[in-house]
């Protein structure tokens, strides 16, 4: 199956109303991350195809429950969740934090091919951000939820939230995640063409 067919299959089973231009962008940033992944080995997913359904479809099978605001994806990598929900929503300020050189000139690369002035990229780790505050922290593939709210829980601005895809259940992640957070809602998600579990985890202050 051809790409944007792949995509647009994907896109019509998710239901979700993208502004215009979104589909050719994410596109163009499949195209962007298969040609710098030979050199620069942004992510262990090798096929445009598979790129399609396990980076943007599955990054996009989460917007419906997303909160809205300001966002910082933490160790963002090649650009995954960020850079498909920076394209899909424009109106949100999105901050991709990576300390992997390459991987930041590539981000770096994406924001000025894919003309998103939403993007904003910093080249260091999470403690580079001192002072700033998030209405969202998210996380793909950084670390356990723990971990995460230990590492850059600090940055996140009052009443909002930490949010982290995860696979299976992650029911060792939920137990040890201690004060002063709580989980407020884990999500089963399905994503077109990925047989394989997907849970959203939203956590943040305890009240």
Do not use: C
């Not at 647009?8 to 239901?15: P, Q, S, V």
């Not at 943007?56 to 960020?82: K, R, W």
């Not at 723990?146 to 009443?159: I, K, Q, V």
């Not at 884990?186 to 956590?203: F, Q």
């Amino acid at each position: 199956m051809k790409l944007n067919d792949l995509l647009d299959t994907g896109l019509a089973e998710l239901d979700l109303p993208l502004p215009e231009g979104v589909r050719e962008r994410l596109l163009d940033y499949v195209a962007l991350l298969d040609k710098w992944n030979h050199t620069y080995n942004l992510t262990a997913v090798r096929e445009p195809e598979a790129m399609v359904t396990q980076h943007i479809l599955d990054t996009l099978a989460i917007l419906p429950h997303l909160p809205g605001g300001s966002m910082a994806d933490i160790g963002s990598g090649g650009g995954i969740p960020g850079v498909p929900i920076a394209i899909a929503q424009p109106q949100r300020g999105v901050t991709l934090v990576e300390s992997n050189q390459k991987k930041a000139a590539f981000l770096r690369q994406v924001s000025i091919e894919l003309a998103l002035a939403n993007i904003e990229v910093v080249e260091g780790r999470v403690e580079s951000l001192a002072g700033r505050q998030f209405d969202v922290l998210i996380s793909r593939a950084l670390s356990e939820l723990p971990e995460f709210a230990r590492m850059a829980g600090h940055l996140l601005a009052p009443g909002g939230s930490i949010v982290t895809m995860k696979g299976l259940y992650p029911h060792e992640e939920l137990a040890g995640l201690g004060q002063p957070w709580s989980v407020r809602d884990v999500i089963a998600l399905r994503v077109p063409g990925l047989d394989a579990a997907r849970h959203l985890v939203l956590a943040g202050a305890a009240a």
